[in-house]
């Protein structure tokens, strides 16, 4: 397959999959391995950089108010929460870095767990049409989000969205809409962060390797190619949520993660 080709497919597999709750790392693993070529991390983490950026845009007018009206104490409390969420995220992520995890670079955890995920989302749509809706974001799903944005990035197929998104809905009870901006306006600085740390890394370990130089044409086509897909995707999702349950991608999330454990060869 054409190179150019190559770096497309995968710029339109991160936009779809980065803040859809079917997890964009272990689609990314799923297409290098099914013919599209293992990429650095420079690249993986440049084209994540274009879903941020999209989705930064999207909400930069709930930003700018978040910015800019501290001095109301609902606006206050809801930056703190955020806060408080990445805080979590970054202390927590860095004791994992220093533990030495890496990520598995096989299928098989992948599909485990998009098939446990997907009964997840199940699950929680369940007890969340059980439970009254609350259009606002507690104390604890701050603390619980920020947790479950580590465990995600320790378990490729997991899915940062729909790790945060559901337990701000379980823990806090938050209806989706509510659940699922909180998600997304936690990810920004959170994903902008880790960018920039695998970037810090990936150029020190190139510095100390002499390691052959990125091909920047393929990481801006990359880049482009996400974070317009990205835009689209969240703008879909932000409309679909409205009035739909997420039980389409737990379905998919299952019948993906079936797939592979039944289609993958022994030890991939």
Excluded at 26 to 38: D, K, M, N, S, V
Excluded at 73 to 97: E, H, P, S, W
Excluded at 127 to 132: E, I, L, S, T, V
Excluded at 240 to 252: C, D, E, K, L, N
């Amino acid at each position: 397959m054409n190179d150019l080709l190559q770096v497309i497919l995968l710029g339109i597999i991160e936009g779809i999959t980065e803040f859809l709750p079917i997890s964009s790392t272990g689609h990314l693993l799923i297409g290098e391995q099914f013919g599209l070529g293992a990429r650095s991390e420079v690249f993986n983490v440049v084209i994540q950089a274009g879903a941020i950026l999209a989705v930064t845009i999207i909400y930069w007018q709930r930003l700018w108010q978040l910015a800019t009206g501290l001095g109301e104490k609902q606006n206050r409390d809801y930056a703190l929460k955020l806060t408080i969420a990445f805080g979590i995220t970054a202390v927590l992520g860095l004791i994992v870095k220093k533990l030495g995890f890496q990520l598995p670079t096989t299928l098989t955890p992948v599909a485990w767990a998009l098939l446990i995920g997907g009964f997840w989302i199940l699950a929680a749509e369940w007890f969340a049409a059980r439970r009254p809706d609350v259009a606002q974001i507690t104390w604890a799903v701050a603390f619980v989000v920020g947790v479950a944005q580590v465990i995600a990035g320790v378990f490729p197929g997991t899915s940062r969205s729909a790790a945060t998104i559901f337990a701000a809905m379980l823990v806090g009870g938050a209806n989706r809409v509510v659940a699922t901006e909180f998600a997304f306006l936690v990810g920004i600085p959170t994903m902008y962060a880790a960018s920039a740390f695998e970037l810090y890394k990936a150029h020190k370990a190139g510095a100390e390797t002499a390691a052959a130089p990125e091909n920047w044409t393929d990481l801006t086509i990359g880049f482009v190619v996400s974070a317009i897909v990205a835009f689209i995707a969240v703008k879909w999702l932000l409309r679909y949520i409205q009035s739909h349950r997420f039980t389409a991608f737990a379905v998919y999330r299952i019948a993906l993660g079936v797939a592979l454990l039944v289609f993958l060869p022994a030890g991939s």
